[in-house]
């Protein structure tokens, strides 16, 4: 199983291996030039930080369009975290509006509290519950524990692709998925047995 981890210049890209390999792969790759993506049998897209940011530096890299091309095909998984999920959407709010990548109908909005105890950023342990069934979810109890670390979430236009909300401001979309293209809004790498759950799942997709 080969995993080419996407370097666009945005987060802790070594965890991630880390937990990848921790998960049964020992073909983990960190790839920095769009071209190597042709190797590639699992795609992952991690990141920290802006919307605009990462979807700059996505565009400067080169990286938007051969992304867009993978993700048509419908043959390799892609799995994009934290900020790698919000960059599936059509559209971002986070410095200034800019496109994202379209792969997954939907705009990233910056969080409004409902209630005096909450805090943006979103920060912590909390709870996903089961919106559709999928496999990126097998053998994980509704109500698991994840990680989380953000301030913008993601409006997901169609019912059919949220997979998981989580409580806070209300509710937010935690997983999305549409054909070989995932997302998750927590840091599996950081979610322990639930997280690494999720990666050993992710790793099934194109059996």
């Not at 709870?127 to 409006?155: M, P, Q, R, T």
């Not at 059919?160 to 293209?181: L, Q």
Request: with cysteine; proline share 3%; glycine share 10%.
């Amino acid at each position: 199983m080969k995993v080419y981890i996407i370097d666009y210049g945005m987060g802790n890209l070594m965890s991630v291996k880390r937990a990848f390999e921790e998960c049964g792969t020992d073909e983990v790759y960190i790839c920095d030039e769009p071209k190597e993506l042709v190797n590639a049998e699992f795609i992952v897209l991690p990141g920290v930080g802006s919307f605009y940011e990462g979807m700059n530096n996505l565009n400067i890299k080169g990286w938007t369009k051969v992304i867009i091309e993978i993700a048509k095909q419908g043959k390799i998984p892609i799995l994009g975290i934290c900020l790698g999920m919000q960059l599936l959407a059509s559209k971002g709010y986070e410095e200034k509006e800019i496109d994202g990548l379209g792969l997954i109908d939907g705009e990233v909005k910056k969080f409004i509290i409902k209630d005096e105890n909450e805090r943006i950023p979103h920060m912590g342990w909390n709870e996903i519950y089961k919106v559709n069934d999928n496999s990126l979810l097998s053998g994980i109890d509704d109500g698991a524990d994840f990680y989380f670390v953000h301030s913008y979430y993601f409006d997901c236009k169609q019912k059919g692709n949220v997979i998981a909300t989580t409580p806070y401001c209300g509710e937010f979309t935690s997983i999305i998925a549409k054909d070989n293209v995932y997302g998750v809004q927590f840091h599996p790498e950081k979610s322990q047995i639930s997280g690494f759950k999720v990666i050993k799942n992710f790793l099934t997709m194109n059996n």
